[in-house]
């Protein structure tokens, strides 16, 4: 006797909802109908419901439980390697989540800076936190590999005076800041060029990218303290280049 729409779901341990979903996503055939209009389900799709929840429960997803196969097919084998791919790389990524999950725990890595930059977080402000954060949208990995660098140069505390900086803080003490900083940035300037035309380490559009920055830049920093910077990167560009070290005898 055939089974109604109700009573197959329940045979294959699923529901309603599903087997019209499947009948929707052109998984399962639509069976006959009575001339009252109810479904006649039979053996037939019985077999594919359950061959459809036999393959969801590996984790195959919906929209390639075709290419796997049907009642009236062999699995292809292609189809199943390129699935148990994609397992696999979920598999790591989920591998890669746990580990970090359990470091934040343990205490021994940050959820607010970019991945990689774990080991300096302690290094950085808060606000300069956040910028990396924003950076690591706008900058290549090149670029933020370099940045990194930077950070791990810089000398400890530095950075209090400027964070701590009111808005109306008057020009001889911006002026003072910007020349601490000016030395730094300039040996950054020397090291890493790129820093002066980053053109070629933007992925994003020039526009989405100037606004990022720009948005980012007034939301972290008052007036003083852009001043500050703004200073200091005029300072850096004219410092002299630092001169090299002399040969070891």
């Known amino acids: 006797m055939p089974w109604s729409t ?19 996503a052109g998984l399962l055939d639509e069976p006959d ?19 459809i929840r036999r393959l969801r429960d590996i984790g195959v997803p919906l929209v390639q439980i075709e290419a796997v196969g049907s009642s009236r097919g062999a699995t292809p084998a292609e189809a199943l ?18 580990a970090e999950i359990r470091a934040i725990l ?3 890595t940050a959820t607010d800076v970019p991945a990689g930059f774990e080991d300096v977080a302690s290094r950085l402000t808060g606000s300069e936190r956040s910028l990396m954060l924003v950076y690591s ?18 000398p400890e505390d530095t950075d209090a005076e400027f964070e701590a900086l009111p808005a109306d803080a008057d ?15 300039a040996q ?25 920055f720009i948005e980012t830049y007034l939301e972290l920093y008052n007036e003083a303290q852009l001043d500050v910077l703004a200073r200091a990167a005029a300072l850096a560009v004219d410092l002299p280049p630092t001169p090299a070290p002399p040969p070891s005898a």
């Not at 329940?10 to 979903?21: C, P």
């Not at 933020?144 to 810089?154: C, G, I, Q, Y």
């Not at 060029?193 to 933007?202: D, G, I, R, T, V």
């Open 6 to 24: 109700r009573e197959v779901a329940e045979l294959a341990g699923t529901t309603v909802n599903t087997v019209r979903h499947y009948h929707r």
């Open 33 to 51: 109908r009575l001339s009252n209009g109810y479904k006649q389900y039979t053996a037939r799709h019985l077999v594919r419901l359950l061959q």
């Open 81 to 98: 390697l390129a699935i148990d791919a994609d397992l696999a790389a979920s598999i790591e990524r989920l591998q890669r989540a746990r």
């Open 106 to 108: 343990d205490g021994s």
């Open 137 to 154: 949208q706008l900058y290549d990995e090149s670029a933020m590999a370099d940045l990194k660098l930077m950070v791990d140069a810089e």
């Open 171 to 185: 020009h001889a003490t911006r002026q003072r800041i910007a020349e601490v900083f000016a030395p730094q940035l």
């Open 188 to 212: 950054h300037f020397e090291d890493y060029p790129w820093l002066l035309q980053p053109a070629e380490h933007l992925p994003k559009s020039a526009p989405v990218t100037q606004q990022a």
